[in-house]
């Protein structure tokens, strides 16, 4: 069988000036996944590897570079799926690692569960050993301009629905 | 978001998608990412998908289960991707994008936003581009 590699980055109104840094990362992505492959590695690896690569991309928004909550928090979340077994895992709202994927996929092969969140998502990490790193190394100059941005004008934008909403209506992760 | 799909030697397929989610959301808010089915799903028999976009309209139309379903409806991978975004535009007026791959290795994606990174590696040679209509190749 030949093996295939397919990428993307975030789907959205990409600025000029990170268009050629998101250009080249899932290059990069593309080619270490594809190195994996031709060397016999398994699909897993090749995509595991290759998100590893995004999440440490600051210009894509997961990992390092991931966005702002409206607590000015980071959260983040993954998954993984294994199309032979069809085993899965996830975590979502992590805040204290550096590659969430990588926790996706202990999840996967070392619990009975396929999402864990929040505090439990972190301490498994813990219990997995981890590293935990403090989440300010996870936060851009750009992400916390675009948060800022956000808090300046959120009163704005919440007038606008009748106060209704705390966070902006549209948007994509 | 950022995510992968794989297929190997053997013919097994993998998906991974990860993100940070939406700048300002709110605390607790979790998009389609970690969803299996919504935002990555993955089947040797028929191919895994990895989506990026709108979260919340994603989740209601449960993007990458869909374009599995399409597919195993004897779609092919390119079709049934435009077609599952199209849907979620129509249905829920969401944005976003997806990449795929076939259970005969066939690679696919599509974007309805503005730009979205992509890159395909099969056969030695590496396709890319982000601008709709974008295509840059290389050999590997």
Not at chain 1, 92 to 100: E, F, H, L, M, R
Not at chain 1, 129 to 135: G, M, R
């Amino acid at each position: 069988v030949e093996p295939v590699v397919v990428i993307h980055g975030g789907a959205w109104a990409i600025p000029e000036n990170i268009s050629d840094a998101s250009r080249n990362g899932v290059k990069l992505a593309a080619r270490k996944a594809y190195e994996i492959l031709k060397h016999g590695g398994s699909a897993l690896d090749a995509v595991e590897a290759a998100v590893v690569i995004l999440e440490d991309e600051p210009v894509f928004d997961a990992g390092k570079g991931s966005c702002l909550n409206a607590a000015g928090l980071i959260e983040m979340d993954a998954s993984i799926m294994d199309g032979t077994s069809l085993k899965a895992g996830a975590v979502a709202a992590v805040a204290n690692i550096s590659n969430p994927i990588c926790l996706a996929r202990m999840v996967m092969e070392q619990t009975d569960h396929c999402l864990l969140v929040g505090e439990g998502a972190n301490m498994f990490a813990n219990e997995c050993n981890v590293p935990s790193v403090d989440p300010s190394s996870l936060v851009t100059e750009a992400c916390l301009e675009e948060w800022q941005t956000f808090e300046k004008y959120k009163s704005a934008v919440d007038s606008l629905f009748n106060n209704q909403i705390t966070s902006l209506p549209l948007g994509h992760d | 978001t950022v995510g992968a799909v794989a297929m190997d030697a053997n013919g097994r397929i993998a998906a991974a998608t990860s993100t940070g989610g939406i700048t300002g959301k709110r605390v607790g808010r979790v998009g389609d990412s970690p969803l299996i089915g919504s935002g990555t799903y993955a089947i040797d028999e028929i191919g895994g998908v990895s989506c990026t976009g709108h979260g919340e309209s994603i989740i209601k139309i449960c993007l990458a289960k869909h374009i599995i379903c399409l597919m195993e409806s004897g779609m092919k991978a390119q079709e049934a991707v435009e077609q599952s975004l199209q849907l979620m535009n129509s249905r829920v007026k969401g944005a976003g994008g997806a990449i795929c791959i076939s259970a005969s290795g066939e690679p696919a994606f599509h974007f309805t936003t503005e730009r979205m990174a992509w890159a395909i590696a099969k056969a030695d040679v590496l396709s890319w581009g982000l601008d709709p209509k974008e295509s840059n190749v290389e050999k590997m």
